[in-house]
């Protein structure tokens, strides 16, 4: 049964970076056409996807976000990770990882597994 | 990037029939996907493609679309039906290449 699992500090200073890993267990990421994603949840507000990333390491993101953030893949360690730079009180959300098809190559919405969240808040 | 469109809130009387929409662009081109995110709980897909559903859904759970516009229907909604629905699809627009999610539609199952 895949599994994914989030981790990373709670708690950033503003002007920090964020950085959570997403460890997955039950199949290796390398395997299958999938992407592996985030997205994030903001307190009592809907979904956001931040970006994805491919096991060959081609990665798209969220064009609103796409200045800030780096999505990278360990596949040693069967895990994938997010950066985001310069955060701000309006990053503070439940950030979830979650795989999803592939579909030509390029990512389809089809989020399938996630993990269960992880609330980071961004205060000083 | 692309926009979806939900209405925030819907009610459904125990039993009945309950249509979700979502509107935009992108669906002209793509399914939409369906996911039911309960309190506390990381969203589940519940609808995928063209009228999909991953093993454990229920089959009162159906998807449709036409033009602008994708719908779920939940025919003859349950207690444990009262969630936030989210739809998303692909965005494509321009050079972009991502995916988009809808601002999601509270149930409530009277």
């Known amino acids: 049964q895949l599994q994914l699992q989030e981790s990373g500090p709670g708690l950033v200073k503003p002007s920090e970076t964020l950085s959570l890993t997403c460890t997955v267990s039950?199949?290796?990421?390398?395997?299958?056409?999938?992407?592996w994603g985030w997205i994030r949840q903001p307190p009592g507000k809907g979904l956001e996807w931040i970006g994805s990333i491919y096991n060959g390491g081609t990665t798209y993101y969220n064009p609103s976000l796409k200045s800030r953030v780096t999505i990278s893949v360990d596949t040693s360690k069967n895990q994938f990770s997010l950066k985001l730079n310069s955060v701000t009180a309006a990053d503070t959300a439940v950030y979830y990882c979650?795989?999803?098809?592939?579909?030509?190559?390029?990512?389809?919405?089809?989020?399938?597994?996630w993990g269960q969240g992880t609330l980071v808040t961004v205060s000083s | 990037s692309s926009e979806l469109t939900q209405d925030p809130a819907v009610s459904v009387a125990l039993g009945q029939t309950v249509r979700i929409t979502c509107q935009g662009d992108?669906?002209?081109?793509?399914?939409a996907n369906w996911f039911q995110q309960k309190p506390g709980q990381a969203p589940i897909l519940v609808i995928y493609g063209q009228n999909n559903r991953p093993s454990g859904i229920p089959d009162r759970f159906s998807g449709s679309s036409s033009g602008n516009t994708a719908s779920l229907t939940i025919t003859g909604a349950q207690a444990e039906d009262e969630a936030d629905y989210y739809c998303n699809t692909r965005d494509t627009s321009g050079n972009h290449r991502g995916v988009v999610f809808g601002g999601g539609t509270r149930l409530t199952v009277l």
């Open positions: 992108s669906l002209r081109n793509f399914f």
């Open positions: 039950g199949d290796s990421i390398s395997s299958g056409t999938y992407y």
């Open positions: 979650a795989r999803h098809e592939s579909y030509g190559g390029n990512p389809t919405g089809t989020f399938d597994r």
